[in-house]
């Protein structure tokens, strides 16, 4: 019963901890900071080139091309393959 | 001068008048995005690219609202997606520790002091600020405006675009919830 009052009296506290709290202050030079960003994210020209040029993108993305072709050429084969020996269209000799 | 001279004079590119209109709004907003993403430097971060966007969109502000009103709508709005931002940073914590070279533990949760808090509600804040941070996104921002920026329910139904009960019922689950978590706390540290 004492425990439960207590943790009650604790919450009480914590609720009305905020009570009387003054404002922060953003650090100084606030708006030097602020012209400065916008300077540089909205008034100076962007690059040509975006994110998908960057080496290591442009890189993976030949990567993951080159390994879709190798599967689509090696399924291709598979398939034409199993259909030679499916209908059996040519016998031992190649006729 | 008054808004619209304030907001006609920005919109003529006026820098002097966008300067006026971040050093009077700057402590506001810093101390909403403050007070919901509970962090210092992102919180400076963010109030930034509030007045980015403030500084972007000035055209397509009609003063259907007051200047104040529309500020707090971006401050919050712009503080919620940096919370998601993080949560998904979290999410893909594993990825970002396996690359990463230093063995620094990342994304991991501070505990956050108000600076404006008075000495002996400093440490009982931390926990208070730590439930607020668990709240469903709606209730967070009503109670961050109520009881730390010290907004009207009046303010608060313009800047959420709400109506009094929804903001009242907002406000109201939100004490619930904050209790219920403070309430779990204590007795799991119970000393």
Redesign the interface.
């Known amino acids: 019963m004492k425990e439960i009052s207590n943790i009650e009296t604790k919450v009480e506290q914590a609720m009305t901890s905020l009570d009387g709290i003054s404002s922060a202050e953003p650090k100084p030079y606030f708006y030097t900071r602020l012209h400065a960003r916008i300077e540089h994210e909205l008034l100076t020209p962007r690059e040509v080139l975006g994110w998908q040029f960057k080496p290591l993108y442009a890189l993976s993305a030949v990567a993951c091309l080159l390994i879709i072709n190798v599967f689509t050429i090696l399924s291709l084969q598979k398939t034409q393959l199993s259909n030679s020996e499916q209908y059996n269209l040519y016998d031992s000799k190649g006729f | 001068m008054n808004d619209t001279e304030l907001l006609n004079q920005i919109r003529a590119g006026q820098e002097s008048a966008f300067?006026i209109l971040?050093?009077t709004h700057?402590?506001r907003v810093?101390?909403t995005v403050?007070a919901i993403v509970q962090n210092?430097e992102e919180?400076?971060d963010v109030?930034?690219e509030v007045?980015?966007e403030v500084?972007?969109s000035i055209h397509k502000f009609r003063g259907d609202s007051k200047l104040s009103t529309w500020l707090y709508r971006i401050a919050t709005t712009k503080a919620l997606e940096e919370i998601r931002k993080k949560e998904t940073q979290k999410r893909f914590a594993f990825f970002t520790n396996l690359f990463n070279n230093d063995n620094e533990i990342l994304h991991e949760r501070i505990e956050f002091e108000?600076?404006?808090?008075?000495l002996e509600?400093k440490e009982?804040?931390k926990?208070?600020f730590n439930?607020i941070n668990q709240l469903p996104e709606n209730q967070k921002v009503a109670y961050t405006l109520c009881?730390?920026e010290g907004l009207s329910y009046q303010e608060i139904m313009e800047v959420m675009q709400l109506s009094l009960s929804s903001v009242e019922s907002l406000l109201f689950r939100a004490?619930t919830n904050?209790?219920k978590s403070?309430?779990n706390f204590?007795?799991n540290h119970?000393s």
């Open positions: 300067r971040v050093e700057q402590k810093f101390n403050l210092f919180a400076e109030a930034q007045f980015i500084y972007q108000h600076p404006g808090l008075v509600n009982k804040s926990q208070l439930a009881n730390i004490k904050l209790r403070l309430a204590y007795k119970n």
